[in-house]
Structures are given as C-alpha cells and as structure tokens.
C-alpha cells in the first residue's frame, strides 16, 4: 500500500502545514508511515525510537515534519512510526497526535516556551503532552495507539 495517497499537505491558518487525508478512515487504519534517517540526537520535530534514538522526517517534503499535536488527537503510532487512525476520521479532515504518544519525556529538544499548547481543542491541557505526565486515565484511553518505545521506557522507570 502506498500511504502517501492517503494524505495531503495544506495550510492551516493557525499551525502552519498540517496534514490531511484524502478519504475516510475508521479506528485503527494505517494512514501513514513515518520515515527518515535515524538519528541520535533530538530536535522538535524528530520521533523518539529507541534510548538515544530518533527518526528525524526531514527533508520538508517528508510527512512526518507535519504532523501536529492535539490534546484530543484523531491519530495515534503503533510499533514506532506507523501513523493510525484513533477514532473514525472523514475525507479532507485535519489530523493530529498527541505528542504523548510518541514522547515519553521532553528534555532539552524543546523550550518552556515550546511547549504551550496552542491546539486550540476544547481539551486542551495547555502544554504539549509527555507519557511521563499524562493522568492514568488517559493513558488508559490511548492503550493500543502509543509508541511501543514510550511504553517501554515507562516499564523500565
């Protein structure tokens, strides 16, 4: 499958590029892989993998580089970097994760300043989400739909 024809780039008034889908997807469909160089130091836009490893989705016309945060995202990550759908997504919606998925702690990749949430969602928690913060019950709700690497680091805390 080809997941690039599942998606398309487009501004966004507020967030800049973003990504959105070209057709309906239903909890738990691939939309998307995310891919690059791994690399082993972090930046704001590389995935973690792996202790001391990231996934960096650059160049700029690489996907992953667009994927915005929500506190009420409509995306999740299974294995590493394969982007699914977390509940039901129509054509031409806006998607965005929860950098809690992917992110099992911040450490100096991201300002304070970095880190205000502006995702405008009526969840909003007004920061950017990491596992390590996040209240037991919506871990609980993003069970099946995290970073096999955030959950391993949680085990291993």
Not at 63 to 74: A, E, F, K, T
Not at 92 to 101: G, L, Q
Not at 112 to 117: A, P
Not at 123 to 143: D, T
Request: glycine fraction near 8%; aromatic fraction near 10%.
């Amino acid at each position: 499958m080809v997941y690039e024809n599942n998606v398309f780039l487009k501004k966004t008034k507020n967030k800049g590029i973003s990504i959105f889908v070209n057709k309906q997807f239903k909890k738990g469909d691939s939309i998307f892989l995310i891919a690059g160089p791994v690399v082993k130091k972090g930046t704001i836009y590389t995935i973690p993998i792996a202790k001391g490893l990231w996934i960096d989705p650059l160049p700029v016309n690489n996907l992953g580089r667009y994927l915005n945060h929500s506190c009420d995202p409509n995306v999740g990550i299974k294995n590493r970097t394969m982007v699914v759908a977390f509940k039901g997504i129509k054509k031409d919606e806006e998607i965005a994760i929860d950098y809690a998925m992917i992110v099992y702690k911040y450490g100096s990749e991201i300002t304070k300043e970095g880190l205000i949430c502006r995702c405008g969602s009526a969840k909003c928690r007004g920061e950017l989400g990491c596992w390590s913060k996040l209240p037991k019950e919506v871990k609980e709700k993003y069970k099946g739909f995290v970073s096999e690497h955030v959950l391993s680091q949680n085990e291993s805390q």
